[in-house]
């Protein structure tokens, strides 16, 4: 069964760091490509970043300059390293498959407030 396990996040001040990982498994890692999701309260789930298996990467523009993704196909691992963290980058951040938008780990919660 395919098992996605966020972790990371956290209690962060404005303008602070925070890094996310998300732990894969019951699928072929490396052939897959890899995206952050996030859902703050009261809104729609939304993409944060994409990496495909090739290492193709893009982001959404609310989180260009800011984030970073990258993954370790060894680990069956992808991160979100989060740069100068706003009040509106609170949200529960999940990692999935950007084609299998079906299964849904727990997700991870990170909250900015000073």
């Known amino acids: 069964q395919v098992q996605l396990v966020e972790s990371g996040g956290g209690l962060v001040q404005p303008g602070g760091s925070l890094t996310l990982s998300c732990a894969a498994s019951?699928?072929?890692?490396?052939?897959?490509?890899m995206g952050w999701y996030r859902q703050a309260p009261g809104k729609q789930r939304e993409s944060v970043a994409n990496?495909?298996?090739?290492?193709?990467?893009t982001y959404a523009d609310f989180v260009k300059g800011r984030f970073a993704i990258s993954r370790d196909n060894a680990k069956n691992t992808v991160y979100l390293q989060m740069n100068s963290l706003k009040f509106d980058d609170t949200a529960v951040y999940y990692c999935?498959?950007?084609?299998?938008?079906?299964?849904w780990g727990q997700g991870t919660q990170v909250t900015v407030s000073s």
């Open positions: 990496m495909t298996r090739a290492n193709k990467i």
């Open positions: 999935n498959r950007p084609l299998n938008l079906v299964n």
């Open positions: 019951g699928f072929t890692f490396s052939v897959y490509g």
